[in-house]
């Protein structure tokens, strides 16, 4: 399985911007995808998941409101439409299925200037 992240860049503080992420696989299993992000001086930490079913999601609190995630199950797409953008949303976020073991994107960069 190969993850790749496309969208992310630069914007002003109250801005949006949307990351989306492609799952190039031969099965057929669906698996929870979702994006973490890692922030400078912080760990990693999940954002949005979306189960395998598209009915399970869950969101990191900070970004409730702001933060939509959605999936396309026949394109194996899922995305990340990220509003209301505050300086603390910088960070390099990754795509992650839940595959065994997890699967990671290479990681694409999303600052949010003041």
């Known amino acids: 399985v190969q993850l790749v992240e496309s969208g992310g860049g630069l914007v002003q503080a109250g801005g949006s911007l949307n990351v989306s992420c492609v799952a190039f696989?031969?099965?057929?299993?669906?698996?929870?995808m979702g994006w973490y992000r890692q922030s400078p001086g912080k760990g990693r930490e999940a954002v949005a998941i979306?189960?395998?079913?598209?009915?399970?999601?869950i969101y990191l609190d900070s970004v409730k409101g702001r933060f939509t995630i959605s999936r396309d199950f026949t394109k194996k797409t899922v995305h990340l439409q990220m509003n209301r953008l505050r300086h603390e949303d910088t960070g390099n976020y990754y795509c992650?299925?839940?595959?065994?073991?997890?699967?990671w994107g290479q990681g694409i960069q999303v600052t949010v200037s003041t």
């Open positions: 992650y299925e839940d595959t065994s073991p997890g699967t």
């Open positions: 696989d031969d099965g057929s299993m669906v698996y929870d």
């Open positions: 979306s189960g395998w079913d598209g009915e399970r999601i």
